[in-house]
């Protein structure tokens, strides 16, 4: 049953402001599966009143980033050098575009540039100034550049470096977009992060047979190892939110942030990227093995407490740097991973 955006509203309106006067204000809302129409509006209203995130921007974006930041090391390049296609352009696409505009920036271009290295198609085609009833989101990303209706169009006329897929439309990286991808660049980035698995854009034996074992993958439904004719045997990463929101949720809640600010995620982003050796990269793979997630999320926490303490705008003074030491050993060594 649909619910109407009014009574989503309503909902959170009597839900967040006394369950933060019964806990305080650092008590962390995570907001989750809300619908396109009302993800952003929601996020952005609430995200300076109370401390929330969403994971299905954030998260997703922060645990896609990681896997593109890991990838800069096989292509030997800055992020900044890269453009990139999008098939989709709901919540996930603008959460995982907005954070790559971030490190972009970070990197030292300006914002105007980097907007034009993201491109965007969804179910009308390419998202190109000009074009009706685009919303604000939609808006910011929109090219100059004539309309182009399908993806294997915009893929051939933009040539981008990597393909992120994020709009549940299975198979919507044929055999030609692979195999363009792989003409294009030495090694083409191909992120197919749709799930369940029904709905991924390509599976990992499809990206790395058609683009001849140079493709990078992710998905973000798990896939079995790929053996190619020729021996090469490839291990694909999956995208797992899972990376993401534990390490940042105790990083928050023990350093007492009040408001979560994209900052966060890029870090975290960093974090879990960092985690990924030069064995794990040469097998194919742009995340830590997922049974690390407690020693990943302790060091994203760690990260997290240390930005908050030299941004002192966001959290507690830094006596509290021991408290969150002190917080995750106890977590890390109280409950066993087996």
């Excluded at 009833?133 to 209706?149: I, T």
């Excluded at 990924?276 to 742009?286: F, H, I, P, Y």
């Amino acid at each position: 049953m649909s619910i109407s955006s009014y009574v989503v509203e309503i909902f959170l309106s009597i839900f967040n402001y006394p369950l933060t006067c019964r806990y305080g204000m650092n008590c962390l809302i995570q907001f989750e599966d809300f619908a396109n129409a009302n993800a952003f509006r929601l996020l952005n209203k609430y995200r300076n009143r109370y401390c929330t995130f969403n994971d299905d921007i954030q998260g997703t974006a922060s645990v896609a980033v990681a896997g593109i930041f890991a990838a800069l090391r096989i292509t030997k390049n800055k992020l900044s050098d890269h453009k990139f296609v999008f098939q989709g352009a709901g919540e996930a696409a603008m959460g995982i575009a907005h954070l790559i505009l971030m490190a972009m920036e970070k990197e030292g271009i300006s914002r105007e540039d980097a907007i034009k290295k993201i491109w965007m198609v969804d179910s009308k085609g390419l998202i190109v100034k000009g074009r009706s009833h685009l919303n604000h989101e939609k808006e910011m990303f929109a090219q100059d550049h004539p309309n182009v209706k399908t993806l294997e169009e915009v893929v051939q006329k933009v040539k981008p470096t990597a393909i992120i897929g994020v709009a549940a439309v299975a198979g919507a990286f044929t055999e030609k977009i692979l195999k363009d991808m792989a003409a294009f660049n030495e090694r083409p980035i191909v992120f197919a992060l749709s799930n369940p698995t029904s709905k991924a854009e390509c599976t990992a034996e499809q990206c790395y047979r058609l683009t001849e074992g140079r493709g990078i993958f992710a998905s973000g439904s798990p896939f079995s190892k790929v053996t190619l004719p020729n021996g090469q045997t490839f291990f694909p990463g999956q995208g797992n939110n899972a990376y993401v929101f534990p390490g940042v949720a105790l990083g928050v809640i023990a350093c007492g942030v009040r408001h979560i600010s994209d900052d966060i995620f890029l870090i975290t982003a960093e974090s879990i990227a960092a985690e990924v050796t030069e064995q794990n990269l040469a097998e194919g793979r742009l995340y830590p093995p997922l049974d690390s997630i407690r020693e990943v999320s302790l060091k994203i926490a760690v990260k997290v407490s240390i930005s908050t303490f030299i941004s002192t705008s966001h959290g507690r003074e830094g006596r509290n740097c021991l408290g969150i030491i002190f917080a995750l050993w106890f977590v890390n060594s109280t409950y066993s991973t087996a």
